[in-house]
């Protein structure tokens, strides 16, 4: 599978850094580390299998979040996620990052945004990947709590955009209906600002026809699409993709197994589908294990994959330019 040229288009940087750079980095700045050691931390991450709701599962990234927050270490352990994932054969992969997560320690979020695109700019020689970057607005469950910090969000979207930055998007437990964020989003459709929003994983179908009501360009997750037979429609006619990560609902109790995931139900219903990892250490998941279990539980074949992956390239949010470039890997 690893020569099938591979792209994710939902894929968080903290919960996707590689563990043990994340432990040198604490060791290095004092910061405490979940089981005390590398092996113990590996261990805290398998636990998250055992995660009772998805308010529990976003708690691991406590510790990521509290070494991301000095320029250092934002480009050492992007640069460190940009060589995993060329090494496992992806040939494109959008990033997400919430720069507002990085201002604790003085930082602030355009520094921290920078440093990511430094880590970028440093791999172009090494890696054959391309890497462009989502910065995403946080939904805590009130949307009072961290108003500033996801206008200034929208701001540096806005300055970077088309400069490594290609998307806005909203994440979080979608602890809030999604109507309270909905002034974000006419306010950057009024700037030329496209996005895309989680929803329909914590939270219910109606999230998701909220967020294909104010224009969101795909969805992230929206597999409780499911839940609602006109929602699961309204997907199929505005061709709106939705972004699967399979073993992450798993792990987050959105559905109890991978037999009972409907991400074949929703293709068979004309739902636009695309195949990502989320979070790939949390999950312990590659896309190449996502592969594995689309084919061992679904039927899908290498051929199947294949076209997963075009239709990701046919809706990424990069330049014509970068996707006639990465095309070239699919002939």
């Known amino acids: 599978m690893n020569k099938i040229p591979k792209i994710d288009l939902h894929l968080h940087f903290d919960g996707s850094i590689p563990p043990e750079v994340l432990c040198e980095l604490a060791n290095q700045r004092n910061v405490a580390i979940p089981g005390e050691s590398l092996e113990g931390y590996k261990a805290y991450l398998k636990d998250t299998k055992n995660c009772k709701s998805l308010v529990e599962y976003l708690d691991r990234f406590d510790f990521p979040i509290s070494i ?9 352990c992007m640069e460190a996620l940009i060589e995993l994932l060329d090494k496992q054969g992806l040939v494109y992969a959008e990033i997400r990052f919430a720069p507002q997560f990085s201002t604790h320690k003085g930082l602030t979020q355009e520094q921290a945004l920078l440093a990511i695109l430094k880590a970028i700019e440093n791999k172009k020689k090494d890696c054959q990947i391309h890497i462009e970057v989502i910065c995403c607005l946080m939904n805590f469950g009130d949307v009072t709590l961290n108003e500033k910090a996801n206008w200034e969000t929208i701001d540096l979207v806005e300055k970077y955009l088309g400069k490594g ?5 909203i994440a979080g437990a979608e602890g809030k209906n999604m109507n309270d964020f909905r002034k974000f989003f006419e306010n950057a459709k ?4 496209p996005y895309i929003i989680h929803a329909g994983e914590a939270g219910d179908a109606n999230n998701v026809h909220l967020a294909l009501e104010m224009g969101a360009k795909r969805i992230g997750h929206g597999v409780r699409s499911i839940e609602d037979v ?3 429609k ?3 006619m505005s061709k709106t993709p939705i972004e699967v990560c399979i073993s992450s609902n798993i792990d987050c109790f959105v559905f109890d197994s991978f037999k009972n995931h409907p991400i074949k139900t929703l293709q068979d219903s004309g739902v636009v589908i695309t195949i990502n990892t989320d979070n790939m250490m949390f999950s312990n998941t590659t896309l190449d294990e996502e592969y594995e279990i689309l084919k061992s539980t679904f039927g899908y074949t290498d051929e199947d994959i294949i076209r997963f992956n075009k239709k990701s390239l046919d809706v990424a949010a990069c330049s014509e330019k970068v996707k006639a470039k990465i095309s070239e890997y699919f002939n």
């Not at 991301?68 to 050492?76: F, G, V, Y």
């Not at 930055?165 to 998007?169: A, C, K, R």
């Not at 009024?190 to 600002?193: A, G, L, P, T, V």
């Open 68 to 76: 991301l927050q000095d320029e250092e270490a934002i480009i050492r």
């Open 165 to 169: 930055v290609v998307l806005l998007d």
């Open 190 to 193: 009024s700037r030329n600002i």
């Open 230 to 232: 006109e929602v699961v």
């Open 234 to 236: 309204e997907l199929a």
